[in-house]
């Protein structure tokens, strides 16, 4: 889900702690899949290469994978929801995240400050 559309339905507070959530078991799943590919690749024998060491090796490959893709999803939104609480606090007040949605285009979000009434873009 765009962070607009999300942010818009749950407010910044609740899509931001989702987002540190599911972006920390993207890197879990990643440490977990090189945990799986260490130990593949431990009793991997290339001496003795059969079917068995064949499908150790796919396996260690597509543990590679997908610890490869869990490590990209895991940086993506956690440098994405960075980047959008950075822009958060508002420039009249300061305060931090208290704020709603007007407005959504493809590059920005145009929000409301709940305790000044100031708007400001976070692109
Ligand atoms: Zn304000």
């Given at each position: 889900?765009?962070?607009?559309?999300?942010?818009?339905?749950?407010?910044?507070?609740?899509?931001?702690?989702?987002?540190?959530?599911?972006?920390?078991?993207?890197?879990?799943?990643?440490l977990l899949c090189v945990f799986a590919l260490l130990a593949l690749l431990e009793d991997l024998?290339?001496?003795?290469?059969?079917?068995?060491?064949?499908?150790?090796?796919?396996?260690?490959?597509?543990?590679g994978g997908i610890a490869w893709y869990a490590l990209a999803r895991y940086l993506s939104?956690?440098?994405?929801?960075?980047?959008v609480a950075e822009r958060s606090t508002c420039p009249g007040c300061g305060a931090h995240g208290k704020y709603r949605l007007?407005?959504?285009?493809?590059?920005?979000?145009?929000?409301?400050?709940?305790k000044c009434e100031r708007e400001w873009a976070i692109d």
């Open positions: 889900m765009d962070p607009a559309g999300a942010i818009g339905k749950l407010g910044f507070q609740r899509w931001y702690e989702r987002e540190l959530l599911l972006c920390h078991s993207w890197l879990v799943a990643c024998s290339l001496r003795e290469l059969g079917w068995g060491a064949a499908a150790a090796l796919a396996a260690a490959f597509a543990a939104m956690l440098l994405r929801a960075m980047h007007v407005g959504a285009s493809a590059r920005a979000m145009t929000v409301h400050c709940r």
